[in-house]
């Protein structure tokens, strides 16, 4: 069993539920809008399923970067190699990765988002392999599995090693609406077949835009009078929103009611409280493109409290043609197992005017 090097950004995907589409340089911003950490979670969940593994070591950093997850999941085998002066930042972890190299790490498990995969990247480079476990907002990345228990899975088994890209994406372009991504390497990444994510794809050909207005028509037949639309993020959904003659926020969740927009870039709060004044709400979401995530990437403002309130039933999946052929499974991480496991083995997903395609849902172990 490998010597793995673990360490955790505390404020990974702090940005998500209150609307900020990424948390770089928003650490206290998130924590003003009512923000709440969850990166040691998600650590937590990976954690638990390696402890009992024989012979597993770690090397971690002192304090909220590793060493208080690792107390409370009960793991003692393992030894603090870096301590961060306070609250950890980007040199934190770039200074974290470099200690794990010297002393000898196999593998780097980090637990983050697409910046903390950028940040471990540059130190790491392609000297030793670097699995991340998801945390963040966006995670474009294809260096991610496809949830934390599936990095358990990854490193529980007989993983290969093959190549990841690292990408991240401008969040101050992205919180205008303008998704720009940039490709910063190329890491060499422990997978397993269905496990670990692939990089997002973005489908811009002409049969594409096509199939999106079709989607958009029978969407704009089917929605119901005073019903609550809460519209997730892409341009699948953008095409409904234009049909129904109202401008979208592109990479942002947004309620309709009969037509209008009651609430635009909503984060999770405004979500609650809509649904609890609107009780019949539907979902509208489209998964990433090659990705296939239905929740948990880039639209976390739609969190397990919201889908409780409007109900597993009454999420509409939409997706051309050419997303689906590229995204042969689809996945939810939306944090709460339960929530994922409610889907089932598939959903229905509407890739046309009356046309729906039933795809397969990934099964967490």
Do not use: W
């Amino acid at each position: 069993m490998p010597v793995i090097g673990f360490l955790i950004n505390p404020a990974a995907g702090m940005g998500g539920s209150v609307g900020l589409k990424g948390t770089d340089g928003k650490t206290d911003e998130a924590r003003r809008r009512g923000a709440v950490p969850h990166a040691q979670d998600r650590a937590a969940i990976t954690l638990a399923a390696l402890r009992d593994l024989p012979d597993l070591t770690f090397l971690s950093c002192g304090g909220e970067m590793g060493e208080v997850v690792l107390e409370r999941c009960g793991i003692s085998r393992y030894r603090i190699a870096y301590t961060p002066r306070g609250a950890s930042t980007a040199e934190d972890t770039m200074e974290a990765v470099r200690a794990f190299v010297r002393e000898g790490a196999d593998l780097i498990l980090f637990c983050g988002g697409d910046g903390t995969a950028r940040d471990v990247f540059a130190a790491a480079d392609r000297s030793i392999p670097v699995l991340g476990i998801p945390a963040g907002v966006k995670m474009y990345s294809a260096v991610f599995a496809v949830d934390p228990a599936a990095a358990a899975g990854i490193l529980s088994g007989s993983y290969t090693i093959t190549d990841g890209e690292v990408v991240d994406v401008d969040e101050t372009a992205y919180r205008s609406g303008t998704l720009a991504t940039r490709l910063y390497g190329i890491a060499r990444v422990p997978a397993r077949a269905g496990m670990t994510q692939p990089a997002k794809q973005v489908f811009e050909e002409t049969d594409e835009e096509r199939a999106k207005e079709e989607i958009a028509r029978f969407m704009a037949e089917v929605m119901l009078p005073d019903t609550l639309y809460l519209i997730g993020a892409g341009t699948t959904t953008e095409a409904i929103a234009r049909r129904l003659g109202i401008e979208k926020t592109l990479l942002g969740v947004d309620a309709v009611l009969n037509g209008q927009i009651i609430a635009a870039d909503a984060d999770e709060k405004t979500l609650l409280y809509l649904t609890e004044k609107y009780p019949d709400a539907r979902i509208i979401v489209s998964p990433i493109g090659a990705q296939g995530f239905i929740l948990g990437r880039g639209s976390q403002q739609i969190s397990p409290a919201v889908v409780r309130k409007v109900g597993i039933h009454r999420i509409i999946v939409v997706a051309t043609p050419h997303k689906l052929r590229e995204t042969p499974t689809l996945y939810v991480d939306s944090g709460d197992p339960a929530i994922d496991a409610g889907f089932g083995p598939s959903v229905q997903v509407i890739s046309g005017y009356r046309i729906a395609q039933r795809k397969k849902i990934h099964q967490a172990l």
